[in-house]
């Protein structure tokens, strides 16, 4: 395959020290009202056919079917050192292959990842932002360092790290100066902290890094995975010497769930390359690989071998494959259930006998539960 794995390769070496480039920060929090939420008005036939989809059985016809529906946004972030970046808009292109929209990828300026040198709390902020406006929460995936900060963000809307957070915009690239919005299914106001996401992964995501200032954190603590998030897989390479995953290392601990949380630690091939992993987009479009990706389901288990069988795929393609396709699982998984869950609590028409799914914890007892501005009159969900 034509990577950019392999055409950064050099680069690599000369530039390891670099950090990825970053956009000049907005200087103040801006001025910004709470986003009016607008549920989607969808052809009821085409709500009745979201509303029957197994969520854990999402095939190609499925994902069609899904992306003519309301889609939550996906945020990537990538490793810290420059140019692999390249590499996680690689994995963005795959999920774009594979049928994700593209527009619910890229952020705001076209761009397909965040960096790991932005301040944690702005990515937290965007999460908040971004479910304000679409009602479903967003997805994280993170390479490396920027495996790192998805466990932060994480840990951020937990009240972990801050007594309050405020909105980040990405299209103004700066703080809202509020630490509130207007929950879009419930109309009531509630802060930033205590929003959660759908779901969440890590891979890589140790090793050197922790000795940056920006990854610092007790040991006992980091890989605790709070209630703000209700999947999260992280994913080990055997014998990853960047990341440090190795026998005997006490910083490659397991990640675990502090409460309900669902968490999954998988541990990929030792042939898997920590750099190169996510280098994806070539799965896409080859039609046995993108079969074999569509109808791969994960063994069950917290902590599980990645042992599918790719011995008939592309020798090339065995060195993503397994990674790019556990993730797509859980992708389709959740895509699907909180689209499920926007259907059922926006008034969209559904089948007579489809009952309402509760709301997720973190929406259920939002704090600070006084009717948001412009929401007078909304039905409320009860």
């Given amino acids: 395959m034509n990577t950019p794995s392999t055409r950064i390769a050099a680069a690599l070496v000369a530039v390891a020290l670099m950090g990825t480039p970053l956009r000049a920060p907005a200087a103040d929090a801006v001025e910004r009202a709470p986003a009016t939420f607008v549920a989607p008005k969808l052809d009821p036939a085409l709500a009745t056919r979201l509303l029957a989809l197994d969520c ?75 479910y304000e406006r679409d009602g479903m929460r967003p ?13 932060k963000i994480i840990k951020d809307l937990a009240g972990q790290t801050a007594p309050s957070l405020q909105v980040w915009n990405p299209v103004d690239w700066a703080f809202e100066n509020r630490t509130t919005i207007a929950d879009p299914l419930t109309g009531r106001t509630r802060t930033v902290i205590g929003v959660s996401v759908a779901y969440g992964s890590a891979i890589g995501a140790g090793g050197l890094a922790l000795i940056l200032p920006n990854q610092w954190e007790p040991l006992e603590t980091l890989r605790k995975i709070p209630d703000t998030i209700d999947e999260f897989t992280g994913y080990f390479i055997n014998n990853d010497l960047i990341a440090m995953s190795f026998t005997g290392n006490p910083l490659d601990s397991r990640y675990q769930a502090t409460g309900t949380a669902t968490v999954r630690n998988v541990v990929l091939p030792p042939t898997y390359n920590h750099i190169s992993a996510p280098d994806a987009e070539d799965l896409a479009r080859d039609a046995q690989v993108r079969a074999w990706i569509d ?42 259930q909180e689209a499920q869950r926007l259907i059922r609590r926006t008034g969209t028409p559904p089948p007579a006998d489809v009952g309402a799914a ?22 409320q969900v009860k």
């Fill in 358 to 379: 509760p709301l997720p914890p973190s929406t259920a007892a939002a704090t600070a539960e006084t009717p948001a501005a412009g929401t007078a009159g909304r039905p």
């Fill in 56 to 130: 854990t059985r999402i095939g190609g016809d499925d994902v069609r079917t899904l992306a003519q529906g309301p889609t939550p946004r996906i945020i990537l972030v990538h490793g810290g050192v420059f140019p692999v970046h390249l590499v996680m808009a690689s994995f963005g292109r795959f999920l774009a292959g594979m049928g994700y929209p593209e527009g619910r990828i890229r952020d705001p300026g076209g761009d397909w990842s965040y960096s790991p040198y932005m301040d944690t709390k702005q990515l937290a902020g965007l999460v908040a932002w971004q």
């Fill in 295 to 336: 109808a791969y389901v994960p063994k069950p288990g917290a902590d599980t071998d990645a042992d599918a069988d790719t011995s008939a795929l592309p020798p090339a393609a065995q060195q993503h494959a397994l990674y790019a396709a556990d993730v797509w699982y859980s992708v389709k998984k959740s895509w699907c």
């Fill in 139 to 151: 997805l994280l995936i993170g390479h490396s360092q920027g495996g790192l900060y998805v466990v």
